[in-house]
């Protein structure tokens, strides 16, 4: 079995891991909220609704929190390192869906219920 090498990181490392994930939550929530009120003209919150509005959000935060840290990572200079960070949970997410589509495909149609006839 191989070891993973790890790279000996310093605890400016950590701070500045820190502050692009606070910086980028901040900034990911705005992104969405504007996204929402001014391209779809949905209003609200996640908490008292409309369920357009939560569903939308759900659905937006993921790919804009991924965007924005891999940009903020880049200007704190660790883009690198949150390009690693974001690649992995969409390559699993996406290679899981395949496998499921996949699966969904290659699956037997269902019999009819129709009782066997008479000969």
Same mark, same amino acid.
Do not use: N
């Given at each position: 079995?191989? *070891?993973?090498?790890?790279?000996? =990181?310093?605890?400016?490392?950590? #701070?500045?891991?820190?502050?692009? %994930?606070?910086?980028?939550? %901040?900034?990911? #929530?705005?992104?969405?909220?504007?996204?929402?009120?001014?391209?779809?003209?949905? *209003?609200?919150?996640?908490?008292?609704?409309?369920?357009?509005?939560?569903?939308?959000?759900?659905?937006?935060?993921?790919?804009?929190?991924?965007?924005?840290?891999?940009? #903020?990572?880049?200007? %704190?200079?660790?883009?690198?390192? %949150?390009?690693?960070?974001?690649?992995?949970?969409? #390559?699993?997410?996406?290679?899981?869906?395949?496998?499921?589509? =996949?699966?969904?495909?290659?699956?037997?149609?269902?019999?009819?219920? *129709?009782?066997?006839?008479? =000969?």
């Amino acid at each position: 079995m191989t *070891e993973r090498t790890r790279i000996p =990181r310093d605890a400016l490392h950590y #701070v500045i891991v820190i502050v692009v %994930f606070g910086i980028t939550g %901040f900034i990911a #929530v705005l992104l969405a909220r504007a996204l929402l009120a001014g391209l779809l003209g949905l *209003e609200g919150s996640l908490w008292s609704g409309p369920w357009s509005f939560r569903i939308a959000y759900l659905l937006l935060i993921p790919p804009s929190y991924s965007a924005t840290l891999i940009v #903020v990572g880049t200007v %704190f200079g660790k883009g690198a390192y %949150f390009r690693r960070r974001m690649l992995r949970p969409w #390559v699993w997410l996406l290679r899981a869906s395949a496998l499921c589509l =996949r699966r969904a495909a290659e699956a037997p149609t269902p019999r009819s219920a *129709e009782p066997p006839r008479d =000969r």
